[in-house]
């Protein structure tokens, strides 16, 4: 499950970024399911410590955080549909 300030950082990202981010998850995903390892090749070609959300996330919760300080409204707010 995603925070809202998570979803708020992957939709401020470049959309080449989240695109790659939900093929990984497919790939894991199917992998898994099919109790498999992904090949040599393509481990080789990972980055796995390399960060692509943190930065933008850090923006997000400063963000969140100023406006808490000054009073305003949440940027987001959950709504029960």
């Not at 990984?24 to 992904?38: G, I, N, V």
């Not at 923006?59 to 300080?69: D, I, S, T, Y």
Request: aromatic share 4%; net charge neutral.
């Amino acid at each position: 499950m995603e925070s809202l300030d998570i979803k708020e950082a992957l939709n401020r990202l470049p959309r080449e970024i989240v695109d790659a981010r939900n093929q990984r998850l497919l790939r894991a995903m199917d992998l898994s399911m099919k109790h498999e390892y992904l090949s040599q090749d393509l481990q080789a070609q990972q980055t796995p410590f390399r960060s692509y959300l943190s930065d933008m996330l850090a923006l997000v919760e400063r963000e969140k955080a100023e406006r808490q300080a000054l009073g305003a409204l949440p940027l987001q707010q959950r709504t029960i549909p």
